[in-house]
């Protein structure tokens, strides 16, 4: 069974950093690309970014380029969020999922985490 597990959300205020956590079990992790999504009250879910199987190709959202940063890591089975230089409108309920092609649509994903909030004060 395959399970991604989101961890490291909290409350920061605007400019501060947070690092998420999306830890993957049931599944070959290092065939997989990963994908982090986040939803806002009232809104859709959006892409924030993606990263290939290898770690080597890399795609943010346009909104989040350059303050945040997805990495990997295939030995821990694990991939991060860096967020920096956060912004009140960066709250909601991010998560990671699983696919077998990079992608930044929600119906190319094939796993969901149970997603963490993180809420951004000004």
């Known amino acids: 069974q395959v399970q991604l597990v989101e961890s490291g959300g909290g409350l920061v205020q605007a400019g501060g950093s947070l690092r998420l956590s999306c830890a993957a079990s049931?599944?070959?992790?290092?065939?997989?690309?990963m994908g982090w999504f986040r939803e806002a009250p009232g809104k859709e879910r959006e892409f924030v970014a993606t990263i290939s199987w290898s770690g080597g190709s890399t795609y943010y959202a346009d909104s989040v380029k350059g303050r945040f940063t997805i990495s990997r890591d295939n030995a821990k089975n694990t991939v991060y969020l860096q967020m920096n230089s956060l912004k009140p409108e960066d709250t909601a309920v991010y998560y990671c999922a699983a696919n077998n092609g990079l992608g930044r649509h929600v119906p190319e994903y094939d796993y969901w985490g149970q997603g963490t909030q993180v809420t951004v004060s000004s």
């Open positions: 049931g599944l070959t992790f290092s065939s997989y690309a």
